[in-house]
T-cell receptor, first 114, second 110 residues
Framework: DTEVTQTPKHLVMGMTNKKSLKCEQHMGHRAMYWYKQKAKKPPELMFVYSYEKLSINESVPSRFSPECPNSSLLNLHLHALQPEDSALYLC?????????????FGNGTRLTVT | SQQGEEDPQALSIQEGENATMNCSYKTSINNLQWYRQNSGRGLVHLILIRSNEREKHSGRLRVTLDTSKKSSSLLITASRAADTASYFCAIGAGSYQLTFGKGTKLSVIP
C-alpha cells in the first residue's frame, strides 16, 4: 500500500461523460503532481501544484482540468475525452517542487475511454 | 528538460544473479533518482543520488554516478523473483521537474 491514495482504481467512460479522478496524501507534502502513463512508456508530467497553486501545465488539452482544493487533495476533472486518452493516470507528491526530493506515487487510475 | 536513456531495454536473469541497469543523460544534473514499477502499479522511489555523490547503497541496491561520463548504474545483487519490475531513472536538473527515462524491464526467473 502507498501513502498516496487514488480513486477510483479503474474507470470506464464514454466520450461525452464527465468524471473526476481523486488523489489524497497526508504526508504534509507541498507539491502534488498528475502524470499520464501509456503502456510500456515512462510517466509523462501533466500538471504540478505547489502550495496549492498550479505551477506547471505541460500543454495539456483543456479536456483535462486539475483542481487542488487543499494541501492534501488533488483532483483531475475529465470531460469530452478521446479514446487515445486511455492510460494509467498517476498522482504523486513530494516535500517540495523542483525535482530535488523523491516522488511518492499512488497506484493510479486505469482509465478507458470508449 | 532532458530524459535519461536506460540500457538495456529488457533484461532476463536467473534468481540469485546480479542485475545491472544503466542510465545516460546529456546535460548537467542536480540529482538522479531510480524508481521501480511493478506491472499496473505506481512507481516506488528507490534511491536519490546527488551530483556531488559517487555511490549510494540501500539494502541489495547500489547506485553509482559518474558525472564525467554522464551516466549512472543501478546494481541489484542476489536478485529475487519479487524484483521483477520495470526500473526507471529520473533526471533532476535545474529547477525543473523530474524527467523519466524509458525504463528497463527486468525479469527474474525463479
Amino acid at each position: 500500500d502507498t501513502e498516496v491514495t487514488q480513486t477510483p482504481k479503474h474507470l470506464v467512460m464514454g466520450m461525452t461523460n464527465k468524471k473526476s479522478l481523486k488523489c489524497e496524501q497526508h504526508m504534509g507534502h507541498r507539491a502534488m503532481y498528475w502524470y499520464k502513463q501509456k503502456a510500456k512508456k515512462p510517466p509523462e508530467l501533466m500538471f504540478v501544484y505547489s502550495y496549492e497553486k498550479l505551477s506547471i501545465n505541460e500543454s495539456v488539452p483543456s479536456r483535462f482540468s486539475p483542481e487542488c482544493p487543499n494541501s492534501s487533495l488533488l483532483n483531475l476533472h475529465l470531460h469530452a475525452l478521446q479514446p487515445e486518452d486511455s492510460a494509467l493516470y498517476l498522482c504523486a507528491s513530494s516535500q517540495d517542487q523542483g525535482g530535488g526530493s523523491p516522488l511518492h506515487f499512488g497506484n493510479g487510475t486505469r482509465l478507458t475511454v470508449t | 528538460s532532458q530524459q535519461g536513456e536506460e540500457d538495456p531495454q529488457a533484461l532476463s536473469i536467473q534468481e540469485g544473479e546480479n542485475a545491472t541497469m544503466n542510465c545516460s543523460y546529456k546535460t548537467s544534473i542536480n540529482n538522479l533518482q531510480w524508481y521501480r514499477q511493478n506491472s499496473g502499479r505506481g512507481l516506488v522511489h528507490l534511491i536519490l543520488i546527488r551530483s556531488n555523490e559517487r555511490e549510494k547503497h540501500s539494502g541489495r541496491l547500489r547506485v553509482t554516478l559518474d558525472t564525467s561520463k554522464k551516466s549512472s548504474s543501478l546494481l541489484i545483487t542476489a536478485s529475487r523473483a519479487a524484483d521483477t519490475a520495470s526500473y526507471f531513472c529520473a533526471i533532476g536538473a535545474g529547477s525543473y521537474q523530474l524527467t523519466f527515462g524509458k525504463g528497463t524491464k527486468l525479469s527474474v526467473i525463479p
